[in-house]
């Protein structure tokens, strides 16, 4: 997941960067390189291209598109750093989502993370210059489909690739934003060609890690962690797009990190954090069991993700 949360920060530098073309044009240009890398994966792991779970698959592909043509959209009218944090509410819905569609049970941490991710989030988007209405309508439109989009690939589970459920996205995403580009088509000069480029090969990064990532874990435990694309999105809106965000955004960042040490200092899931939780943790961050937690953790905590297998 922090993989993912670094990947949709390059993303938000590059949609800002391409602020002169319509959100059809930068979905389009995202989803190209993504969709040539999943159908080289596909075809080198010899699986299928339309997965097992098609209803399900279209289904999140067409909420995921929806989301991010919202945000996209929502960047024209809001700094990036605004605009990323109050997507973000996402894991709050994904986690009432769950509990409808996975039929996850609410526990009381969850409530605590619930209350203090809000109040983050709040700040930070509140005590910020040049919000508009509509850049708040697109963004929080795009918060609840967002989690609904979380939540649905838990949902497909490991009954189908996660390279499969990136194909279908970034296929749905060609075949929407190349008919709409038609209509909102921008001039695109050769200093856009490199953003537009890597823009792509972010998307399917943050895609790919993102899936793996919501596969295999809790959706309550998972998704806290993207609030820490807040905290990188405003450092590059700050540094290269002069954005200022006052104490209170600070603030509320901090907060939000606080809301997701909250998550996950329950190790045991038993809803209360303990002893028993602190000594978990530590167990879980010792990777290799060498009863030191090192560099030599980290290296092997990498070494588990094995892409291009």
Known sequence: MLLSVLSF????????SLSLLSPY??????SIPALIICITIILKQKISFWG???????????IATTSVLLYYSSIKYLPIGV??????LAPIFAIFFAIIILKNKFQKVNIITM????IGVTLVGTFSNNVTLIGITLILMSAITLGASFVLVSKIGTKDSPVVIVFY?????????????IFYWEIITKQMVPSLILIGISGFLAQYFLTKAFQTGDPKKIAPIKYFE??????????FFDEQYSLLSIAGAVILIFSLSVTFLDVNKDGKIDKNDLQLFYKNLDINDDGNIDFNDFLDYFKRFKIFK
């Open 115 to 118: 209350i203090f991710a809000f």
């Open 169 to 181: 996205f970034s296929l749905f995403s060609i075949i929407v934003s190349s008919f709409l580009s």
């Open 230 to 239: 807040i905290i990188v999105t405003m450092s590059f809106g700050f540094i």
């Open 9 to 16: 920060s390059m993303i938000n530098y590059f949609i800002k």
């Open 25 to 30: 044009q930068i979905l389009f240009f995202r």
């Open 83 to 88: 605009a990323a944090t109050i997507r973000y």
């Open 52 to 62: 097992n779970q098609k209803k399900l698959l279209i289904t999140r592909s067409i």
